[in-house]
Every structure is written in structure tokens, then in C-alpha cells.
């Protein structure tokens, strides 16, 4: 059931992954090159001034650092990777975190308006100053400084070292394009293998849909999920399922519009012929009745076992009279169309057992063998009721003409649209010149044999007719060691 398609949704999902991934990539990339110097700085910046905020909240106005003041503050420059020096107004050192000479020393600077290379102010207000510089000219060294008033009688000076930044987002963007080729291709992979989990049911959609664009509605979607796809497949399903059943419909529709217009062009050719054919057969049988009866009213015999014979001829003629009328009577159902063809499915394989097991007396009396090579089921479309009429004419005409090794064959073969059923029995050959005149009504090749097991002819006059109101075919074949007939059937609805 696979389907062909131009354009894979699977291969489209899978380059839009790829297009989407390598895009962000590419931004990510320019970000960090560009923005990622200067974010960190910002960083650190704000770092230093919350040290410094809440170091300035923490002393307040007090005139000295008490032990757990001290404890408080040791902790905020660890955390925020800060060195500290705090002198009062006499240069007396109260606090230091770090190396206290360098940043004392650092502080006299600031206080003579001695400032290194590269020096920068980066933010003045009325409490601090926040400044950066450079103390050599690689910028590998970089220091970001707040100095200023804690209150009116403590100076202090804060310091922060920031790495070389440049080094590190070069470092860092070559690592991240690496992890990001790795990403992709695994992403890649991932998607279309995913991907191919949502295709997958797509496509058996598709290819169900095309089977039933060639009327083929046993192909049905296994509904596992409650998604859209499982919705979609529940309708397609669905749709299989009125569709069979709408073409079902037309068919037994059309074949009654068919049959109407036949039956105005043919009604009085066969009411004609009919009458003819039946005066005919009738002659004989009606003749022995009424030589025989007239015989006993004449009391021609006088002995108990000849009047039983006469009426034993009498009754035998009667039935053959009503049998050959009753199908003379379906006969005409069919060929007028007055006996619609009723389209519905079924498994032949157990009409034909069924037929098999109503003829067992009749098997069983002529000692014959049945072998039924038909008993897999196959389902057909067709009218039920008269298909095993067709069957049951062929079995009893293989039963009464079997002969040699007494045994019959009924096998099926399956055609493109079709199951052919075949009744084969060992015997003798139908002439050549008589294998079409067979189906003609009351043709008999061997008369005396037909009228000896009650025949009327009409037998396969019916099958004839019953598979021409199918559209289908029936048919004979001579073998070296006996006769087949052959009729075939619908499996699918074309």
C-alpha cells in the first residue's frame, strides 16, 4: 500500500528543523560576540554596587564595626568577589578584605587625584564614584573601583578584578559552535526518525484512500491513538464503510433498470415462446396421464398390482409436470426480471456445504464421491439465494451423470475481480456440436436418461439466466476423464 509523494512532509519537517537550528545558531553566535563583552562588564558593575549597598546599609551610622558587622561584610565580599578598605578620618584602617597595603595605598592615590592608565569614570553620584582602568596596556588586568563616604567619618574603597573577556568569548563561542554541530546532527536524526513516527500513519491513510478509489473498501485504518490522526482515521473508516454500501445500492439499482428496459423488449417474444415450449413438453407426459386413467376407468386391468402401476405412472407424470412447471415458472422470474437480483455479501464457500449437505440422501444413493476443494472462505457480491440454486443445478446434474470412478470435484480459483466455482465429475464428454445448445431450454442430450431421473431441460436454462442477471459468466469444459462447469462470481465491487 505505498504511496509516492513528491514532496515528503518527513523530508520538509526535517530541513525546517535543520534551517530553524542552524539560524539560531547563527544568533547565538553574533550575541555572544558582540554583547557578551560588554553584558559581563554590566555584570560586574551592578555586582559591585550591591556589595557596596549593602555593605552601606549594614554600617549605617555607626562609628565603629562591630565582630559580627565585620562577619556580615566578609561575607558580601565573598560572595560578590570583592576586596574592601575602610578608613575613618585619621587614615586608621577599620575594616579590610584583601590586601590591605595595595588598597590603602590605592586610596591615598585616589585621595591625590593620581589615577593609572586607562583611567575611566563610569558613574559619579553624591555618595560614591564607580571607576575602571588598566594597569597594563594589554587590558589583561582590569580592575572596576567604588570609593567614596560609608558616612561622614568612613572612607572606603572597593575593588573588583574582571578577567579578559575577549579570550573568554572567543573560547567560549568555539566551544558552543561545536556542541551546536553535535546538536544538530543528533537533532537531525532525531527529527527524522520522529518525524517519521507522525508520516507514517499519514501515509497508510493515503494508501487506504487509494485502494478505495479502486473500490476496494477491505482495507481498513487501525485506530490506536486519540489524536487528529485517529480522528481522521475513525472518518475514513467510516467513509469505507457508506460508500460499500452506497455502491451496494446503485448496483442493485441499476441492475433493476436494466432488467426493466429488457424485460419490455423481451416480454412478448418469451410469453410466445414459453406457451410453445410448454405445450410441447407438456404433450407426452399428458398423454401417458390420460391413456393411463382411461385405462382404469375402463378397468382394463383387473388385478390389485396393475391398477397400482397405472397409478403409480399417473402420479410419477404429475410430479415431472410440476417440477418442469415450477421452473419453467423461475426461469421466467428471471428472464422477465420479475425476481430481482438482491446484491449482498457472503461466503460462498458455506452456501457450497450447504448445498453438498442437502444432497446427501441423493449422494449417497448413487454411491458418488464429493470432494470439496472450496471450503476457504471467500466472501463475494451477489444474490445469495440464487447462486446456490446455480450451485445445487450443477451438483445434481454431476450426481446423475457421474460414472467410472463416481466422483466430483467442486474447487474455487480467485481471478482479479472474481472467484471462479467449478463442478467437475467423472464421466463421459458432452458432444462438441451440443456444448452451447446445452444451455437452450428443454434441450436434453440423452432424453431417455433425462426423463429416467425426472429432468426438465430448463436446469441450466436457469443458471444461464441467473448468471446473465449477474453480468458474469458461466460455461463448460470437456476434460479427458470428464466434464467441468464453471460460473464465476464477484469479490470486489468494480
Known amino acids: 500500500m505505498g504511496v509516492k509523494v513528491k514532496y515528503s512532509i518527513r523530508m520538509k519537517l526535517t530541513i525546517l528543523l535543520l534551517c530553524l537550528t542552524v539560524g539560531m545558531v547563527i544568533a547565538s553566535v553574533l550575541i555572544n560576540r558582540f554583547f557578551l563583552a560588554d553584558y559581563y562588564l554590566e555584570t560586574k558593575e551592578r555586582n559591585l554596587l550591591k556589595g557596596y549597598s549593602k555593605i552601606n546599609e549594614i554600617i549605617g551610622d555607626s562609628e565603629k564595626i562591630s565582630e559580627q558587622v565585620s562577619n556580615e561584610i566578609t561575607a558580601i565580599c565573598e560572595k560578590y568577589g570583592i576586596t574592601l578598605i575602610i578608613v575613618d578620618n585619621s587614615d586608621y584602617i577599620k575594616f579590610q578584605y584583601g590586601n590591605g597595603m595595595i588598597l590603602r595605598e590605592r586610596l591615598q592615590q585616589i585621595n591625590f587625584g593620581f589615577n593609572p592608565r586607562d583611567y575611566e569614570l563610569l558613574e559619579r553620584t553624591d555618595e560614591y564614584f564607580l571607576h575602571g582602568y588598566n594597569l597594563n596596556s594589554t587590558g589583561t588586568n582590569r580592575y572596576l573601583e567604588v570609593s567614596g563616604f560609608l558616612n561622614p567619618n568612613m572612607i572606603f574603597l572597593m575593588r573588583m578584578a574582571v578577567e579578559s573577556i575577549n579570550e573568554s568569548v572567543a573560547i567560549s563561542t568555539k566551544f558552543y559552535l561545536a556542541i551546536s554541530v553535535l546538536v544538530m546532527i543528533v537533532g537531525m536524526l532525531s527529527a527524522f526518525i520522529i518525524s517519521g513516527e507522525f508520516t507514517k500513519p499519514i501515509l497508510k491513510l493515503a494508501g487506504i484512500s487509494k485502494e478505495m478509489t479502486n473500490l476496494n473498501f477491505k482495507a481498513k485504518y487501525d485506530v490506536t491513538t486519540n489524536d487528529e490522526i485517529g480522528v481522521l482515521g475513525e472518518s475514513i473508516n467510516e467513509l469505507s464503510d457508506k460508500l460499500e454500501t452506497t455502491i451496494i445500492e446503485l448496483k442493485q439499482v441499476n441492475s433493476q433498470l436494466v432488467s426493466d428496459i429488457e424485460q419490455k423488449e423481451k416480454i412478448d417474444e418469451m410469453r410466445k415462446e414459453f406457451i410453445s415450449n410448454v405445450s410441447h413438453e407438456l404433450k407426452t407426459p399428458i398423454a401417458l396421464i390420460q391413456g393411463y386413467a382411461e385405462g382404469l376407468n375402463e378397468c382394463v386391468v383387473d388385478d390389485d398390482e396393475s391398477r397400482e402401476f397405472y397409478c403409480s405412472v399417473i402420479i410419477d407424470e404429475a410430479n415431472k409436470m410440476n417440477k418442469m412447471v415450477k421452473d419453467l415458472l423461475s426461469l421466467t422470474h428471471i428472464e422477465f426480471g420479475d425476481g430481482a437480483i438482491q446484491i449482498e455479501k457472503f461466503d460462498i464457500s458455506g452456501v457450497i456445504k450447504g448445498v453438498i449437505k442437502s ?78 445448445r446445452i444451455w437452450e431450454k428443454f434441450y436434453k442430450i440423452d432424453k431417455a436418461r433425462t426423463r429416467e431421473y425426472g429432468g426438465t431441460g430448463i436446469g441450466l436454462s436457469i443458471v444461464k439466466a441467473t448468471m446473465k442477471a449477474h453480468n458474469m459468466d458461466c460455461g463448460v469444459i470437456n476434460h479427458s476423464d470428464g466434464v467441468e462447469f464453471w460460473f464465476e462470481v464477484q469479490t470486489r465491487l468494480v
Open 359 to 436: 444432497l446427501e440422501y441423493l449422494i449417497k444413493q448413487g454411491d458418488v464421491q464429493v470432494i470439496n476443494k472450496a471450503d476457504k472462505e471467500i466472501y463475494v457480491y451477489a444474490d445469495e439465494y440464487k447462486i446456490e440454486g446455480v450451485i445445487s443445478n450443477y451438483l445434481v446434474n454431476a450426481i446423475h451423470y457421474v460414472k467410472n470412478e463416481k466422483k466430483i470435484y467442486i474447487s474455487s480459483e480467485i481471478k482479479k475481480n472474481c472467484v471462479r466455482i467449478s463442478v467437475f465429475n467423472t464421466g463421459d464428454n458432452i458432444p462438441k456440436d451440443e456444448l452451447e
